[in-house]
């Protein structure tokens, strides 16, 4: 009884690893094994403008997070927060499958909760328990690259959260489950 339940313990635990394998392609397996990553960010809203490497030799650097923690603040309160280096992550894989590797526009990075709120109140499409407020989503544009485009990408990668607002002419990211509407 033991030795069967063992061979379906490990039976289950490869299941586990070829569906951990699956999320990420070949291409995304090695940009995220590339010994640098590097982003270009550019706040539409405050006109700022950040490039620098958030990862190297297998560690994320802290001066190039906080960099884009600064520019990815809440403009309206000044507020900086955390973001989540996973997003970071993301948005160097979806450069990659797009074979780009230009500005990032961002739309809008951290919200804080009166930002949240305040939006909420004029926009039936924020949530009340957004990703934004947690320093893990980005609403973004790449500039040269159809919507459409970037969207389809980012729901390849099957890595988090991926909202379409063609009408507003961004494309949603975060960290939360694998999602897309």
């Known amino acids: 009884m033991l030795s069967r339940h063992l061979d379906r313990r490990r039976f289950l635990l490869g299941l586990g690893g070829l569906g951990a394998a699956a999320l990420f392609t070949g291409s995304a397996q090695a940009s995220l094994s590339a010994p640098v990553r590097k982003l270009s960010l550019h706040n539409l809203h405050t006109g700022e403008k950040v490039s ?3 990862w190297e030799e ?3 650097i802290d001066d190039g ?8 603040r809440d403009f309206r309160s000044n507020e900086v ?17 797009l074979g780009q590797q230009g500005e990032i526009q961002i739309i809008s990075g951290y919200r804080s909760p009166v930002t949240n709120a305040m939006l ?3 926009s039936s499409g924020v949530a009340k328990k957004s990703y934004h407020m947690k320093g893990q989503a980005i609403d973004l544009r ?6 459409a485009h970037v969207r389809n990408a980012a729901r390849n ?6 909202g379409y ?11 939360g489950p694998v999602r897309s509407w």
């Open 142 to 147: 790449l500039p040269g690259v159809e919507l």
């Open 52 to 54: 620098a490497s958030f």
């Open 65 to 72: 997070l906080a960099s884009f923690n600064q520019v990815m």
């Open 165 to 175: 607002y063609p009408k507003s002419d961004f494309v949603h990211l975060d960290t």
């Open 120 to 122: 909420r109140s004029k």
């Open 81 to 97: 927060h955390r973001i989540d280096p996973g997003l970071f992550d993301q948005l160097f894989l979806l450069q990659h499958r």
């Open 58 to 60: 297998g560690h994320y």
């Open 157 to 162: 990668l099957a890595v988090g959260g991926v």
